[in-house]
């Protein structure tokens, strides 16, 4: 018997969910807020919550992440309005399970909560995600941290896993996670880049080839298929993957066979595969461009990764991460990063993901040179310039008053050049050829502009 | 033009690293490329704060060089790499892979695709920079 929770402020919901799951067996509360529904949730250990968005003390999906951080944990179904697609995308974003319209059947409400149900009974029995081998992972948002609950389900299973999420967000990091919290850790990891690879070549590296299978096949090769015997194949932009590999390639995972080019039997090859692309393949399935039947298969278990100016609750954890790996590996203590700097951070959309924060952070530290904190300045230009341009965009309020006229374009870009400038030169203590460097301005550019401002330097 | 910042990683200067160097200015990425001919220098090429390569082609000379690498742990640099092996015994494959090269061929096959890879994995992921 599960213990559920409805929070809507709608009776009929709350009474017609309660019945349907007393009928199921299993123990119903309600609660017609958050004001009341939280305090519930924080006092009995739910293994389920059905939360409503629209709610007469607030947004549902802002009470997400308090549910999710309640030491339970419980899985979330967000009860969204009719035929509102956006609502049920941003439920999946905030980390619920599943979302269900109140339009739903008894029989779809039933099916959802035995999935949520059997999920949760898998994620008890099995491992913790505590207990995970996460290298180079940081997940202290909720988006994040439910990330590492499929990771933990996707390494006890031995099905396709599809990893999805934009460039930079770590896709190879949670397959190679996968990987090694799975029992097949002590068998390969097989990198196949879909992207990388001429379509030339692409089967004959999948799959290899007999001496003499083709013009130039001088030796017998192993394909990569082969290689990942007992381990598990990791498969990047596997939407680049030719269109005549996917068949191919959908019957191997079907069968666990494989042809070489030029050899007239089979091989068998034991692999667990795990797929990753930044692109959207349920519209490449539609435009005809991937094979909707190998899209199925990939699919059966899904993981997608949240661009990270979704997730800022890691941002900071990333930074003091990723400092401390950049001072291990130059030998040296962690650098500090400045309240400014940690603002920047905060406020920069990272369109480059983790990747480009991590760049980022190696750029900061060899400006910062001799230096034991981070600064603003210290940091890439175009992260240094968004910040800026976003903070004249916020406060064009503040600047307009009777006293104070509202500056024109002109004047705000000089005034911000001139604090920049003021800037630049404290940070390298006046001197120019590390102010030079810092801003990535070329020396006589700077003493122009610097002359300009009535700014004087040293050198 | 694709920008690539490429290392190539060979201690032995023999006919397969001219044949390497030769395929990637082919395919036009000759600007960024860097040789390392020692572990040292290639460790000294990677730990640069900014500039640092974002590919390498690596010709481990044998297994010790390969387990060097591995121990380099070069993904933490996250240089897509391009493994060249002049082993052939499936432990040193297996081993190898341990690297998660983006491409993995033997120094007797054809070295020309080292270079075709090169070329696609520096249009593909010529955004993924930020320096």
Redesign the interface.
């Known amino acids: 018997m599960a213990r559920i929770l409805i929070i809507d402020d709608d009776q009929l919901v709350c009474d017609t969910l309660s019945d349907l799951v007393a009928l199921k067996g299993h123990e119903a509360a309600s609660a017609r807020d958050l004001g009341s529904g939280l305090p519930l949730a924080r006092d009995k250990a739910f293994d389920v919550v059905f939360l409503d968005v629209r709610m007469p003390d607030g947004n549902g999906l802002e009470a997400i992440p308090l549910l999710k951080a309640l030491s339970n944990s419980p899985e979330i179904i967000i009860i969204t309005g009719f035929g509102d697609p956006d609502g049920a995308e941003l439920a999946i974003k905030h980390g619920a399970w599943d979302y269900l319209e109140k339009s739903a059947t008894a029989q779809e409400i039933n099916l959802v909560l035995a999935r949520a149900l059997q999920y949760r009974q898998g994620k008890q029995a099995g491992q913790d995600t505590a207990s995970l081998q996460l290298e180079g992972l940081v997940a202290k948002s909720p988006q994040m941290k439910a990330s590492l609950e499929l990771i933990a389900l996707a390494a006890r299973s031995e099905a396709p896993v599809l990893i999805t999420g934009e460039t930079g967000t770590g896709k190879e990091l949670v397959a190679l996670a996968i990987h090694n919290n799975s029992s097949r850790v002590k068998g390969s990891f097989v990198v196949i880049d879909c992207a990388a690879l001429p379509p030339t070549l692409a089967e004959s590296v999948l799959f290899g080839h007999v001496k003499g299978a083709f013009t130039g096949a001088e030796r017998a090769r192993d394909g990569l298929v082969k290689q990942g015997h007992g381990g598990t194949i990791f498969m990047d932009e596997v939407g680049e993957l030719p269109e005549n590999l996917q068949r191919i390639f959908l019957r191997v995972l079907e069968t666990g066979r494989f042809r070489p080019i030029g050899m007239s039997q089979e091989l068998s090859s034991d692999f667990r595969l795990i797929a990753a692309t930044n692109r959207d393949l349920d519209q490449m399935a539609a435009q005809g461009h991937f094979r909707e039947d190998l899209l199925f298969r990939l699919r059966s278990l899904s993981i997608h990764l949240p661009p990270l100016r979704q997730r800022p609750e890691d941002i900071l954890e990333l930074t003091s991460h990723h400092l401390r790996k950049i001072a291990t590996r130059r030998g040296q203590a962690p650098l500090d990063f400045s309240p400014e700097f940690a603002r920047l951070l905060m406020a920069y959309s990272w369109p480059g993901n983790v990747r480009e924060l991590i760049h980022a952070l190696e750029r900061a530290v060899a400006a910062a040179g001799e230096g034991s904190e981070l600064l603003p300045v210290h940091l890439p230009i175009n992260i240094r310039i968004f910040a800026a341009r976003s903070a004249i965009s916020r406060e064009p309020a503040a600047a307009a008053s009777p006293e104070q006229p509202f500056p024109t374009w002109r004047e705000a870009k000089q005034d911000l050049e001139a604090k920049y400038l003021r800037q630049a030169l404290a940070v390298s203590g006046g001197n120019l050829k590390k102010a030079s460097l810092l801003t990535e301005i070329s020396l006589p550019r700077l003493y122009e502009l610097l002359r300009k401002h009535g700014l004087k330097g040293q050198g | 033009m694709f920008r690539a910042n490429l290392i190539v990683y060979n201690k032995l200067p023999d006919q397969l690293d001219q044949e390497i160097e030769a395929g990637i200015i082919g395919q036009g990425l000759g600007g960024g490329l860097k040789v390392c001919r020692s572990m040292q220098e290639l460790r000294m090429v990677m ?1 640069e ?2 500039g ?1 390569p974002n590919m390498a082609v690596l010709v481990p000379s044998d297994r010790e060089d390969l387990e060097g690498l591995i121990a380099m742990r070069l993904g ?1 640099w ?1 240089a ?1 790499i391009i493994l060249v092996l002049r082993q052939k015994d499936p432990e040193a ?2 081993r190898a ?2 690297l ?5 061929t ?1 120094a ?3 070295l020309g ?1 080292v270079a ?2 090169a070329r ?2 520096a249009r ?1 992921y010529q ?5």
């Open positions: 730990e704060d900014a640092r933490d996250q897509r494959l297996a892979h341990a998660r090269p983006r491409f993995l033997f007797d096959g054809d695709e075709i890879v696609n994995l593909v955004n993924h920079t930020y320096h």
